[in-house]
C-alpha cells in the first residue's frame, strides 16, 4: 500500500485490489453517475455490476493484469477511484488502461495518480505501451488524455489514446503532464 496525498492534500492510500475487494468495487460503481458508467463501461447499465464483471477484475494474474484504487480512510465508503490495465494477448509489450474516478472527487488529481499507479506496475510487468479509449463526446477525457501526453487518434467512433511508457522526456509541460511527471517520480522508488 502506498500512502500519499491529494493536491489538495487529502490524505490517500493507493492499493492493488484482489477477491477480498468484491463489495468495495461493487459499491464504487454504485455511486457512479449514470453518465460516468456510460462513460467507463459504454453502455447504459444499472446501478448494479455484475458477477461476471466483478470476477473478470478481481481475477488475480498480476503479470497479465492489475486493478488499482486509490482510497479516502476518513470516509464511509473509501474508494474515490479505480484503474487496471490489462496486457494484450497479441503484445506482450502492449497494454489497455483504464480509469474511473467517483463524480464528486474528479478533478482532484485522482486520475493522475491512478495512471501513475498502473503506468510503473505496468512497465515492472514488461509493459512498454498503454493504449487507451474513450467516446468523443467525453471531452474532459479526451483533453486530460491530449495533456499527459497521448497521442490521439479516432477511428470513427471512439477516440483512441496511446502512451510509450519508456518515454517520459515527451511528456507535455501541460499542467496534466507536469502533475503525471511528478506522481511518476514520487512513485518510481514505491513497492507495487
Avoid at 500519499?4 to 460503481?29: C, K, M
Avoid at 464483471?53 to 478481481?58: A, I
Avoid at 497479441?90 to 464528486?104: F, K, N
Wanted: a negative charge; charged letters at 25%; one cysteine or more.
Amino acid at each position: 500500500m502506498i500512502e500519499t496525498t491529494l493536491h489538495d492534500g487529502t490524505p490517500v492510500q493507493v492499493r492493488r485490489l484482489g477477491p477480498d475487494d468484491r463489495g468495495g468495487l461493487a459499491e464504487g460503481y454504485r455511486l457512479l453517475s449514470p453518465d460516468s458508467r456510460y462513460q467507463r463501461f459504454w453502455s447504459r447499465t444499472g446501478e448494479v455490476i455484475g458477477e461476471a464483471m466483478l470476477d473478470r477484475l478481481l481475477k488475480e494474474a498480476p503479470e497479465r493484469h492489475a486493478v488499482w484504487a486509490v482510497l479516502d480512510p476518513a470516509r464511509e465508503y473509501t474508494g474515490v477511484g479505480a484503474a487496471s490495465w490489462w496486457r494484450s494477448e497479441e503484445d506482450g509489450e502492449l497494454a489497455e488502461c483504464s480509469c474511473t474516478v467517483i463524480d464528486g472527487d474528479q478533478g482532484r488529481g485522482v486520475g493522475t495518480l491512478l495512471l501513475a499507479t498502473t503506468w510503473l506496475d505496468a512497465m515492472r510487468s514488461g509493459v512498454r505501451r498503454f493504449v487507451g479509449y474513450t467516446m468523443p463526446e467525453n471531452v474532459t477525457a479526451v483533453r486530460w488524455m491530449r495533456n499527459t501526453g497521448a497521442a490521439a487518434e479516432w477511428d470513427g467512433y471512439k477516440v483512441i489514446f496511446r502512451w510509450d511508457l519508456d518515454d517520459l522526456e515527451s511528456l507535455p509541460a501541460t499542467p496534466p503532464g507536469v502533475a503525471l511527471a511528478e506522481r511518476l517520480a514520487e512513485l518510481s522508488g514505491e513497492v507495487l
